[in-house]
């Protein structure tokens, strides 16, 4: 959600920011901009669409030090005009995160004669600035921090003044020190193979970063210690490797990120285990593909722990007028740990005695920080935008908790979960049924139990990368209203994997073809397979345990999406009005 990026060091600062802003453009890629200070004089290059706009323009900017942004557009339409950088006299600021107040600040602001020139709320940044400025940057960025209400990461700038000060508050900042310069960026792999120790900066913190030093301050200006921790983002994992989209590398990640999350289980089991004994309310949650993964932590609780078990969208958990205590579990779910709705469950949860356990890829996010345990999904940087490798990496920290909560009472051979999803990639022909997809009006997924939470997600993932219309719903519901969508040019893909409720999902099949709707069928079960053999497009799945279908049969869905948007001509990588880490509410 917004990518920010500083350097002062003595090399090229336009060349370098660029590079950092292609690497943080998962955050958004609507517009984008740099600034650079040339010869005490600040130069700016923006523009609306991708960062490879400013490809050019950049290489011309000559200075040592500078800040850029990749922007997720919140508040004004994605133009040059509301491109970042902002500036107002000497100062000039990128900002990830939404000022809540920015409409009553800029009221004041033009009343005493102030000027804007955008439609964003980040602009009153520059403006508070630029007025509280007496020869001291970190000063008035402090000033300007206390009128804001809302979410920032900040960087600013001034004319004339080689450095960059940095303020964060509910979105995140990192910052390092590499040879001859320094850093800040709104996350790790920005930073990968350029600073091998970073700090993260906490809410209230700021720092100034020259090109020989890095210096963290409170909001009274005394300086804060922060333990340095290693970066651990690799730059390989951030090249393609030959794939012509992140999606498909990252699809062939996933074993290897479901196997590592498996055995990084065992480094966690006991404490997880413990935080469990005595809980009389188990809470999954996460927001959007996340949440589905919650939805399957909350029936593999109910099943196989035998604990009861609620799942809910964090951004509803927080108003639903109950907030936890001391015997209540939340589990959190989230691939970046910095959702700001997941975020702020866990913080109103925690802040209530619940335990908080945050199962999530990044152990360095604001979740890591405020969780009494993190759960690590080993799944390595996830550059798509849509969620693939981390899904399957949470599915199995969840499945892998449950079996060890249910004390031994139910065991399942998870160490063969990694073949069966490159079983599954490797096997599949998917490509009929992209076509039937790329063709449909509406695609609509459906199972029942796990089958249901995993349709869920493959409704989600074909929508965000294909922006076909349709929706994922119990098979069961289906004669309850969603019936009436179903005709020849809809197409209905059922999940049949659980074997003691695939009769009653088969029933929904026979409903839908007996109406002339195209049917697909993806399963696990052989009697499924021959059933609907010649009337439906079987995708045939490797039998397998039913609690490690849904690892299985999303790879499927995962690659038929994928599919499904390169028919299309679509960038999968990249969906449109999508970002892949969403900091603000
Ligand atoms: O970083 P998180 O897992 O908390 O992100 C939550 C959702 O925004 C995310 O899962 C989103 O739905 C996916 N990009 C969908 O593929």
Redesign the pocket.
Known sequence: MCGIIGYAGSGNAGEIIYDGLLRLEYRGYDSAGIAVLSNGKTEIVKSAGRVEKLNTSAQLLGGNVGIGHTRWATHGKPDDKNAHPHRSGRITVVHNGEIENYAELKKQLAASGERFLSETDSEVIPCLINRFYGGNLLEAAIKCAKMLNGSYAFLAMCDGCEEIVAAKFRSPVIVGQGENCAYCSSDEPALAGKCPTLYILEDGDFAVITKSSVKIFDENMRPVNRAPVINSAGEQSLALCGYPHYMIKELWEAPAAVKNTLSAFAGVEAEARAAFAGADRVIFT??????HAALLGKRYFCELAGIPAEAEYAGELRYNGIQGGKKTVLVA???????AD?VEAARLYKNSGAAVLAVTNCPHSAIARIATLTVPVCAGPEIC???TK??SAQIAALAAMALSVSGGKRQIDTDCAPALISQTLQDIDIYALAEMCARARGVYFMGRGIDYAVALEGS??LK?VSYIAGGGYPSGELKHGTLALIDGTTLSVFIICDGELAAKSMDAVEQTLSRGGMAAVLTTLPEVQRQFARRAEVISLPECNKYLSPLVSAAALQLLAYRVAVVLGRDPDKPRN?A???TVE
């Open positions: 996460g927001c959007g593909t996340a949440y779910v989230t691939q970046s740990g910095e959702t997941t935008v849509a969620a981390s899904y989600l993932k965000e999508l892949k880490s969403v």
